[in-house]
């Protein structure tokens, strides 16, 4: 069974791919956010999915739902960059002037190709940035966005490809700030994700370039449990290891997230205060404020994109359910 049937979210379509074991529900009308993602044979939703009351709440904030990308993310300095001759300045709207989570709000989305096949199905979206004054007028150098969803059996991916349409080099940054759902038991829940070491980040929460240690979060190599977790952390992958998170509940159920290590560089956690009913695992290319950094790209992760060039980034999802461990007393 696998198909792509259309719905409706607040009377915009939406797009369901089913592939009888996993439901994924996407709003390219909205800025093409994966705003769900049910286990059809567990009975659970994996991702924070906005409620049809939620409509202005959404709008407003909509990288509080679902799998928002954020173009560029993180924080960037009053807004302010230049690059490549140009002068960028986003919208300054966060505390202290400075501009948060990028461009990437609610544009609207067109759907290119539906695929229906026995291995799995698919939806491919594509937006340009000119066609939004608001993003041009910030980032005026146009792009085109393209994404695949595939789903296929308990594993969705996404590749999204990025090419500049304009006639100047462009820095390019994205993330996705991914909402999975602890069930109000987060003592249930471990974490295991390679990292070593913590962007420091200055009184103005933008990082400053340093690493500091891990101090607890060592246990992130381990497992971490996400009792009385409270992470608004920015990680780094180490050189070598994967980009690879790994959610683990105590019956043996398990989210593993992963990204192109080429390109993804940075892990953010955020549990929205002590860890309750959320944990935000967020893949990052670059580090917020990578233009304004007296770092090297391969540190940062800032994508140069030439005129014409073209990246493509993949990230996976899959759900596994293993024995669970075995404790004695």
Aim: proline share 7%.
């Amino acid at each position: 069974m696998n198909q792509v049937t259309k719905g409706q979210w607040n009377g915009y379509d939406t797009y369901i791919l089913n592939s009888g074991r996993l439901e994924v529900t996407l709003l390219p009308r909205l800025g093409n956010n994966v705003i769900g993602i049910k286990d059809i044979e567990n009975t659970r939703e994996i991702l924070r999915r906005p409620d049809e009351s939620e409509l202005a709440f959404y709008l407003q904030k909509p990288y509080h739902f679902g799998i928002p990308m954020l173009i560029p993310p993180g924080r960037i300095s009053k807004g302010h960059f230049e690059y490549g001759g140009t002068t960028y300045q986003f919208d300054q709207n966060t505390a202290n002037d400075n501009h948060i989570h990028g461009l990437h709000r609610s544009q609207a989305w067109c759907v290119s190709d539906i695929e229906e096949e026995d291995d799995g199905c698919a939806v491919s979206t594509e937006f340009i940035s000119s066609d939004d004054p608001k993003w041009i007028a910030q980032f005026p150098v146009p792009l085109k966005l393209e994404m695949t969803f595939r789903l296929q059996g308990t594993r969705l991916s996404q590749s999204l490809r990025v090419t500049n349409l304009g006639s100047s080099p462009v820095p390019f940054g994205m993330g996705y700030h991914t909402w999975f759902l602890l069930d109000g038991e987060p003592h249930r829940w471990t974490l295991d994700l390679p990292v070593e070491g913590i962007y420091t980040l200055d009184n103005e929460l933008i990082p400053t370039g340093d690493l500091s240690p891990l101090g607890h979060l060592e246990l992130l190599n381990t497992g971490l449990n996400m009792k009385d977790a409270d992470l608004d952390t920015i990680l780094r992958i180490p050189e070598g290891k994967p980009a690879e998170a790994l959610l683990k509940r105590d019956d043996g159920y398990q989210i593993h997230y992963s990204a192109d290590r080429d390109f993804f560089k940075h892990w953010v956690l955020y549990t929205k205060g002590v860890a309750e009913e959320f944990l935000c695992i967020e893949p990052y290319t670059w580090l917020p404020n990578a233009p304004n950094l007296n770092l090297p790209d391969d540190e940062t992760g800032l994508i140069h994109l030439e005129p014409g060039q073209t990246v493509n980034l993949n990230t996976k999802i899959s759900i596994q359910r293993t024995s669970p461990e075995t404790h004695q007393d």
